[in-house]
């Protein structure tokens, strides 16, 4: 059985990743961080899975490649640009574009989240054997994680990105489109200055 990862990426161009980080820390610190944070992510992921880089923008391919070529430690990966539009638009096109190149179960991740390990995905492709689709909340109110094993565009319209309604809303589509949701445990993911200080303690 195929089993995808989706990592969305953004290339670490100061003033454009981690703008909440960067009212306060500064362009450059915060891209500086979200390298840092991809580069946390990327050995978590487990290697018996097919790794997408479904990165932006569309034109930076050689820049995102040349960047992550290191971090990969020498595992393949696909790369694919993200589609035009909100998130949710960018979900539902790399979403079906996966279950199209025959995937059966489909992951997506961001790189906010350094909480992932290899458990957090067996965990993910355990409980697709019986629910139609797992979700990773995070503190803030999103998710971290979203897996599929067939496409449901109805998750990724009209919900409010960025806020803190974003799981309940994912979480009452689902229901409403009568999918069953195994919800893996709530985890921190780093957006602003306080969320990068409390993992820097923590750890």
Known sequence: MRRAILLFVKYPEPGKVKTRLAATMGMERAADIYRSLVAAVLPALPREDELVVVFDPAE????????LRCELDGR????????????????????????????????VIGSDCVGLN?????????????????????????????????????????????????????????RASGLRVHELPVLPDIDTEADWLARKVES
């Open 60 to 67: 930076k391919r050689a820049q995102v490649e040349e960047w």
């Open 76 to 107: 393949l990966a696909q790369f694919i640009p993200q589609a035009a539009g909100d998130l949710g638009a960018r979900l539902e096109s790399a979403f079906a574009e996966a279950f199209s190149c025959g995937f059966e179960k489909v992951a």
């Open 118 to 174: 290899a458990a957090t995905f067996s965990t993910t492709w355990k409980a697709l054997e019986t629910e139609d689709a797992v979700l990773g909340p995070s503190v803030d109110g999103g998710y971290y994680l979203l897996a599929l094993k067939q496409p449901c565009a109805t998750l990724f319209r009209g919900i409010a990105w960025s806020t803190d309604a974003v799981r309940a809303q994912t979480l009452a589509r689902a």
